[in-house]
Structures are given as structure tokens and as C-alpha cells.
């Protein structure tokens, strides 16, 4: 039998926010049993290109991410976010290693092609997750907490989307672990009206999802996590669980079957 691992991935409205930070990291370091923490920092890394007077660009909700703008998100992904959140992790008695993909070729990615006309820059899409790596971490009483930047296996640095990482990394690790993903964010779920917090559609299926794509009850930023969470069930993890980064007990939210 396998045993249980639980990984959480952290939006970067969640990391800005001091109070609901601090509660997430306490509620993680009192997961019993094997993790993983998956970070974004999105939010950050705008105010500090603004800062530099470096525009950001998104389309889709995604990040163009031109050569400036590369170096700010290796700055505020792999180090302000990233070493913040493992030191307080520290704190918390979480043996926690900060990585990126980079670091011992964790996650491997290709350049995004240009697609539809956009051109998305140094944008990764994963190619290959060393869940060996990982799982050596793991076994010697590490947590390991990864920030969304992978590597290309010939010295460029991607900026790559954290909820893909979070479902590509527990596929991975799925083939090792009997693997819980959830992710929490600043909302209870799903939420089947925008402007109804309590309005939590309690299990999506590949069907549903289709149904509520087509009929604009999912849009947006929430059709990638949604589709990233299909992903990780049909490459064998166990739950996909979404909801509120205070309720990481995986008691609450939207379950994705």
C-alpha cells in the first residue's frame, strides 16, 4: 500500500495576505505525514516590476514574461516568496527545502510556442517531472516547497504556471504516493454564482465541468485549475480538492472526480 502524501498549492492572493499566510502555514505543518507545498507570487512580482517600471502584460490570465520581466519573477517566485515562506515554515518546525525546477533538474520544461499570435515569452509548459528527486527529499524528513519557475535543460529559466505545477508534480509523485492535491485559494470552492461565497458547487466531474464550461458557470482563470485538476486524477492521484486556504483539511470545498 502506498503511502499518503499531501500536496497543497498556495495562490499569490493568499502569500500577500499576512494574516491568512500565517494561518495556512500553521494549518500545513499540521498535515500528518508526507507534503509538498506549491507556491504562486503573481500578485508580488507585479507590484515589484511596477516598482521597477516594468510593465506586466497578461492575456488569458496568463503572464507575458519578456527577459525583464524573467528576472523579476526569478527574484520574487524563487527567492522573496519562495525563502519567505520556508523560513516561516522553519518556524513551524517544517524541515522545508525551497526549490525551483531548476534545482536538481526538479522540473523540466519547453518554451511555450507562439500560439494564436501571442507570444508568451519565457513561459514554460512541463515536460518532465524527476519524481526520484522529489521523493528522496521526501523519505529523508524533508518538505520540499516549490516555486513556479522550471528550466529548459540548457540554462533558461521559465516562468511556469504554479497550478501546473502543482497537478504535473502530483502526477508525478502519484506513481509513488497515494497522493491528495488541493488547492486553496481565497475562495470556499467553486462557486456556481461569483457573487455568493456560499454558493460552493460540491463535486465537479469531467461531464459537469463540460456542462458549466458551456454554459459560462466556470470561466476564466478557474477553467485552467479545473482542467489541471482533471489531468492529476486521470493520471492516478487520488483527490483534487478546492477551496479556501483556511480549510486545508480537505473536509470542505469542491471535490474534482
Known amino acids: 500500500m502506498k503511502e499518503k502524501l499531501t500536496l497543497v498549492k498556495v495562490g499569490g492572493a493568499i502569500v500577500e495576505d499576512e494574516a491568512q499566510l500565517a494561518q495556512l502555514l500553521k494549518d ?16 508580488r512580482a507585479t507590484q515589484v516590476a511596477a516598482r521597477l517600471g516594468i510593465e506586466s502584460q497578461m492575456v ?6 519578456d527577459a525583464d520581466m524573467l528576472e ?5 517566485y524563487g527567492g522573496l516568496v519562495n525563502k519567505n515562506v520556508v523560513a516561516r515554515l522553519q518556524a513551524e518546525g517544517v524541515a522545508a527545502i525551497g526549490l ?39 523519505e529523508q524528513g524533508m518538505v520540499p516547497v516549490l516555486a513556479p519557475l522550471t ?20 502526477k508525478a509523485l502519484a506513481k509513488v504516493y ?15 454564482n461569483p457573487d455568493d461565497d456560499d454558493s460552493v458547487i460540491p463535486v465537479i466531474t469531467r461531464a459537469d465541468f463540460e456542462r458549466y464550461r458551456a454554459d459560462g458557470t466556470i470561466s476564466g482563470g478557474m477553467l485552467p485549475k479545473i482542467e489541471n485538476a482533471l489531468a492529476a486524477i486521470d493520471a492516478g492521484v487520488s483527490r483534487v480538492i478546492i477551496t479556501l486556504a483556511t480549510a486545508i483539511d480537505g473536509e470542505h470545498g469542491t471535490v474534482i472526480k
Do not use: C, W
Open 178 to 192: 497515494d497522493v491528495t492535491l488541493i488547492y486553496s485559494f481565497e475562495k470556499k470552492g467553486v462557486l456556481s
Open 60 to 65: 488569458g490570465g496568463r503572464r507575458i514574461t
Open 72 to 76: 523579476v519573477v526569478t527574484m520574487v
Open 151 to 170: 528550466h529548459d535543460g540548457e540554462g533558461h529559466l521559465l516562468n511556469t504556471n504554479a497550478d501546473t505545477i502543482a497537478s504535473e508534480v502530483a
Open 100 to 138: 525551483t525546477g531548476a534545482d536538481g533538474d526538479v522540473i523540466r520544461s519547453h518554451r511555450r510556442p507562439v500560439k494564436n499570435g501571442v507570444d508568451y515569452g519565457f513561459v514554460g509548459d512541463v515536460d518532465n517531472v524527476a519524481h526520484g528527486v522529489l521523493s528522496h527529499l521526501i
Open 28 to 43: 500545513f505543518s499540521a498535515i500528518q505525514g508526507r507534503k509538498v507545498l506549491v507556491h504562486g507570487g503573481g500578485r
